[in-house]
């Protein structure tokens, strides 16, 4: 993720770096991330990428961007990552700190998301992510 603020696609929010939690309906996470290839500049955009997660369904997706400011009518690209979901944990490390929620300041990355996931089965995974290079 970079401490890049673009505005959301409602264009009703406030532009945002990076957010996240349970706090807000949607999305689950947001962020814009940096060094999206494009070889031979070949595709007419940049390297950097707006980026949602969201639950629907039991399901999480992944929705990118082709611009880091989309607007209503924008082009996206939907990705189903995980099914059969029954929970998703959620939860951001900032120092020695663990936080529910990332509001979205605008001069601070959390330095880890940690994402739980319940399986339908009762599987669990737990995964964790480095986020802007921290450490």
Do not use: C, H, M
């Not at 945002?16 to 955009?45: C, Y």
């Not at 997706?61 to 998703?88: G, K």
């Amino acid at each position: 993720a970079t401490l890049r603020l673009t505005q959301p696609p409602n264009g009703l929010d406030a532009p945002k770096a990076f957010s996240g939690g349970f706090s807000t309906l949607e999305p689950l996470l947001a962020f814009t991330r940096a060094g999206w290839i494009n070889p031979g500049k070949v595709e007419p955009r940049g390297d950097l990428q707006r980026v949602e997660y969201f639950l629907t369904d039991g399901s999480l997706v992944r929705r990118a961007w082709l611009r880091p400011d989309p607007v209503y009518n924008t082009p996206y690209a939907d990705r189903v990552i995980a099914e059969d979901l029954d929970s998703v944990g959620l939860r951001f490390l900032t120092g020695t700190s663990w936080q529910l929620d990332w509001p979205g300041q605008s001069d601070t990355l959390p330095d880890l998301v940690e994402l739980t996931f319940v399986f339908g089965e009762g599987d669990e995974l737990r995964q964790l992510f480095l986020v802007g290079g921290a450490g």
